[in-house]
């Protein structure tokens, strides 16, 4: 039944996007333009470049004040899915001596040309989002985007930087508001295996 729901919705959404764009274009434009949206390209092959088994080591710091941060190693999996349209990576380690789950969506969108983010794990119930640019200059990701902060209730915001290092080591950073100002909290070093 669900397949189904997915079918007609699909459809309808193609069907809608066509009709709103046929004023301005013809029914064969309009099906390249969809195709252009739908094909991976360079970017996705860059995002493939990460294929296979990584070792973590990862750092956390509560607040700008924290002079050494907590440390735990461990592992993460990358594939490509959906046709090589996203880049899912599995992750598993340890956080304040608890053990850690947590996977990512990352994503090239060919219309807005921006890369979205999502992240969900089992150190809570919530979903963190974010889209952002590739910066040449720093060979980096840079994503801007929201969660929920559990003690306060509220969405809070946060950047966060992929840096291609090279092609067997990456790091991710993550930097967050501490009363107005910006700290990283969270760097991940990654080492293919």
Do not use: C
């Amino acid at each position: 039944m669900l397949k189904y729901f997915f079918i007609i919705y699909f459809a309808a959404l193609l069907f809608s996007s066509l009709t709103l764009a046929q004023d301005e274009m013809s029914q064969n434009e309009q099906m390249n333009k969809w195709m252009e949206y739908m094909t991976p390209g360079s970017t996705h092959e860059m995002l493939a470049n990460s294929v296979g088994e990584w070792k973590t080591v990862s750092k956390w710091w509560m607040d700008p004040s924290s002079d050494e941060p907590m440390q735990s190693e461990g592992s993460a999996t990358f594939e490509m899915i959906l046709g090589g349209r996203y880049q899912k990576s599995s992750h598993s380690s340890e956080v304040m001596g608890m053990p850690m789950e947590g996977i990512n969506l990352l994503g090239y969108d060919n219309a807005t040309q921006e890369f979205t983010s999502v992240w969900i794990d089992n150190m809570g119930t919530g979903t963190a989002v974010a889209k952002g640019k590739y910066d040449e200059d720093s060979n980096s990701i840079i994503m801007n985007g929201f969660m929920v902060d559990p003690m306060t209730e509220r969405e809070m915001t946060f950047k966060q930087v992929y840096i291609k290092i090279d092609d067997d080591r990456q790091i991710v950073e993550m930097y967050m508001d501490f009363d107005g100002e910006e700290f990283k909290s969270m760097e991940v070093e990654m080492i293919r295996q």
